[in-house]
Nanobody, 126 residues
Framework: QVQLAESGGGLVQAGGSLRLSCAAS????????MGWFRQAPGKERQFVAA????????FYATSVKGRFTISRDNAKNTVFLQMNSLKPEDTAIYYC???????????????????WGQGTQVTVSS
């Protein structure tokens, strides 16, 4: 059974940085595409970023492109989300997700992913 555990959330001032981590308990981590989503109060869960199996292909939401960087360490079964130049509108619960399917444009949607973590809170103060 796949388990995902996020960490690294917290409170930060606008303009600051945070690095989220997601540790996956899977035997073949490199077979999973990994994604980050976020959900703000009263809003739907939205795509943030994704990375394919080797880490060479990454995808970003327009709202975070140039500020956030997704990466993965397959030797440590971990995916990261480096968040710079944070804004109050980045405040949300951030979720890590794993997908076993072939790559499609559905990677931007939550239905593409098979497993989810519990989330970590990120709060950006103005």
């Amino acid at each position: 059974q796949v388990q995902l555990a996020e960490s690294g959330g917290g409170l930060v001032q606008a303009g600051g940085s945070l690095r989220l981590s997601c540790a996956a308990s899977v035997p073949t981590f490199s077979r999973y595409a990994m994604g980050w989503f976020r959900q703000a109060p009263g809003k739907e869960r939205q795509f943030v970023a994704a990375v394919l199996w080797s880490g060479g292909n990454t995808f970003y939401a327009t709202s975070v492109k140039g500020r956030f960087t997704i990466s993965r360490d397959n030797a440590k079964n971990t995916v990261f989300l480096q968040m710079n130049s944070l804004k109050p509108e980045d405040t949300a619960i951030y979720y890590c997700a794993a997908a076993t399917g072939h790559f499609t444009n559905s990677i931007y949607g939550s239905d593409y992913y098979d497993y989810w973590g519990q989330g970590t809170q990120v709060t950006v103060s103005s």
